[in-house]
Each structure stands twice: as structure tokens, then as C-alpha cells.
């Protein structure tokens, strides 16, 4: 793409804002929790978008949405961008928008400028990223990459106890579920521009980052059955403290994280469930979540065997009951070489500050590798913050991406 992108992107500011405006929740808190009602206005909202800007839509059987921009030789696999619009609870503008509209803002410039593709291009508003409704995150990408199966996915259910297909059913999307899973090639390349949801761009004065790997957890849930009694009751030497058990393995964790002594390792437990919650009650049981994330997936490992193994220890010794479940164990992403050397291109082309990183939340982008060679683009976000209300990405920020992901969509599509 030899001619520079005049960027105007007040269009694209607009549209962020208005698709903010809908949600299940008074603005500026952005609630939009799949296959609820603002949901669904959000999608009919962007569909309305990519239609008026010449695109062909199309829907799979779980939600899925594919906007394409036809290039000149059909015969060859797309080039895919995109990310999600579903928002957890008390959430803001940016998180996945900024990577459905910013796709689709790049597209339009590309339009502007006069570009033809050879290989189309595919803008992809992804089903469910965030795990809100189902406790299972990037639900579309998971099963369009058949990383899901149709059976598992239709056993989902909700905290009402309603299931995947009741809410797909009434949304809209029919069809079966083993249609959803594409074949490897589906895409010839994926990138996704989002907000880096860290500081670290911001701290260090850079339009973009150049993500090289995406982490991924494992996540065990440890069950501690103990025995309860009166805390004035009760002497200690007798004790079988169900809480106390787990104080052992929240820092076994924390621990076993540290010594890696590489800094991407990280060990979080973000659920503590106590039985029965009394003061003055012993607890006799515990339930821990947790969450283990490294871009190697054998070191993460190596942390979620040393937790199991003080699980054995701490059972043993305590004289208590300790189960684990282990939830998900997804394999850490890889960039494509290629598609960084494109966007590493583009952001020199666009005199753009930029950096190779990683990216330590989950995304879309890291289930649709197992059926493309993919990367992302990240731009920064204020303090870091993200999933809150306050998150906010400057227009400046936003311009830099657009520009950056469409010189590379076109490198890409060429």
C-alpha cells in the first residue's frame, strides 16, 4: 500500500460510543452478556455497520459473524481480523470493540484508498469471549477451531441451569453445532487488534505493540473437605481446618509460580469458597479456583504438578480430603513470523513507536491458531485498566492501530 492513510477515524470514535450506549446496564458501565438483549441490539448494530459498508454477512449455528470484503481471486483462503462485543458485567467501551470496529474501520480505509485485495478479507465478531454466561471463555473461536465439541458445548449450562441451546435457540441460531468447526486453512492468516489491557505500552511511550506469544491457563479447582466444630470447642492439636489446608496451598501456589524464576510465570487463586462461613465456626470445607498462565506451556505445567503434589502432602499431614478438577489446560500461542514481519512493516511505514511483546489475557486469536497462523495488535489503554468502567483507549491510540492493521491487511491480502 504505497499511499498514506489519511486517518480520520471521528467516525470510528462515534460508533464505539454508540455501540457503549447498549448495554444492560446505565452507561458509562457497558454490561453485554452473550445471547442477552442488549447482546443481541449490539450485533444488529454492528451487522448494520459492516452492511452498509459493502460487506456480505453470514452467521454460523453458534453466533459467529463473518463480514467479507471480496477479494479478486475467490479461489484462495481469507485473511481474517476481528475479535468480540459480548462485555462482562460492569465493564467498558474498549475490551474486543476496538478490535470488531477498528477491523472493520480498516477495511473501509482500504476502500477509500482505492485498494483491491486479492484474497478476501474477513471481519469476524466472535460468540461469547468473555466466560460470563457459561463459565467458559471464547466459546465461538473454541469451537470453530474444534478445540469444543458440539456434545460438551451443548452440556453448558448457565446459574440458572439453562443451557446453550435454549439461549442459541432464542437468539436466532439454528443449525447444527458440528457446523461450526472450520478446517485447518480456514483463514491464510488472522491477526486482532485489541487493547493491551497492562500499562506497558502507555509507560513507555509506544502506539503499539507487536504480540509475540499469548499466555494461556490451566485451571484447577482443589475441593478440602475438613471437619467442622465450635471454634471455642474445638483445641487445636485436633484440629482438621478445611480453611487452614487451603492457606497452605494459596502460597504453595504462589511459590511454585516464583520459582521459575522466568517472569511470565503467574499463579493466581481467585475463588475461596468457605463452609460454613461463621466466625465462630471451624471450616469444614473449601473450594479454591485457580489459574497458572505461562507462554511455555511445559513450565506452566511443571507449576500446576507442584500444586497436585502439595495437594498429596498437605492432606496427608492435615489429615483432610483434598480433590482437584482440573478445568481447562490450554496450550500457550506462537505468533506467525510472517504476519509479525507485516505488521512490524506496516508500523514503520506508518511512523508508529512499537514494540515486540506478550499477551497475558486469553483472546479469540489464541484458539483460531489452531486453524491459521495468527498474531496481534495491541495498542495501549490508560493505567492498564481494563473490565471496568473507566478503560479508555485515546482516539491517538486507536488511529495508530487502525493505521497499522490496515497497511497490514493489505500486505496480507496482496
Known sequence: MSTQPNLTIDGLIAELLALGKISEAEPPVVTRVVFSEADMRARTYVKSLCANAGLTLREDAIGNTFATW?????????????????AIPNAGLYDGCVGVLGGLEAIRVLKQLGYKPRRSIELVIFTSEEPTRFGIGCLGSRMMAGVLSPQKALALRDKEDHGLDEFRTLAGFRGPLE????????FHQFV??????????????LEVGL????????????LIEGEGGHAGGKLMPGRKDAL????????????????????????????????????NSIPSRVKL???????????????????????????????????????????PTVSDEAILAALEESAIAAGKKYK????????????????????????????????RPDEYASPEWIGSGVHVLART??????
Open 70 to 86: 471480496d477479494g479478486s481471486d475467490p479461489s484462495l483462503a481469507p485473511i481474517g481480523t476481528g475479535s468480540h462485543i459480548d
Open 244 to 279: 487452614a489446608a487451603a492457606s497452605e496451598l494459596v502460597l504453595a501456589l504462589e511459590a511454585a509460580a516464583k520459582s521459575t524464576g522466568a517472569i511470565d510465570t503467574v499463579g493466581t487463586v481467585g475463588v475461596c469458597e468457605v463452609f460454613p462461613g461463621a466466625v
Open 179 to 186: 457446523s461450526v468447526a472450520q478446517a485447518k486453512g480456514r
Open 211 to 222: 504480540v509475540t506469544h499469548i499466555a494461556a491457563p490451566a485451571s484447577l479447582r482443589i
Open 289 to 331: 479456583e485457580t489459574d497458572i498462565r505461562d507462554i511455555d506451556r511445559a513450565r506452566r505445567d511443571c507449576v500446576l504438578d507442584a500444586l497436585r503434589s502439595k495437594c498429596v502432602e498437605v492432606a496427608a499431614r492435615r489429615g483432610v480430603n483434598i480433590a482437584t478438577e482440573l478445568i481447562n489446560a490450554d496450550p
Open 356 to 387: 515486540r511483546m506478550v499477551a497475558r489475557a486469553y483472546h479469540d486469536t489464541s484458539f483460531v491458531s489452531c486453524i491459521a497462523p495468527v498474531a496481534m495488535l495491541f495498542i495501549p489503554c490508560r493505567g492498564g485498566v481494563s473490565h
Open 192 to 205: 486482532e487488534l485489541h487493547i493491551e489491557q497492562g500499562p506497558y505500552l502507555e509507560q513507555e511511550g
Open 409 to 414: 491487511l493489505a500486505l496480507l491480502a496482496r
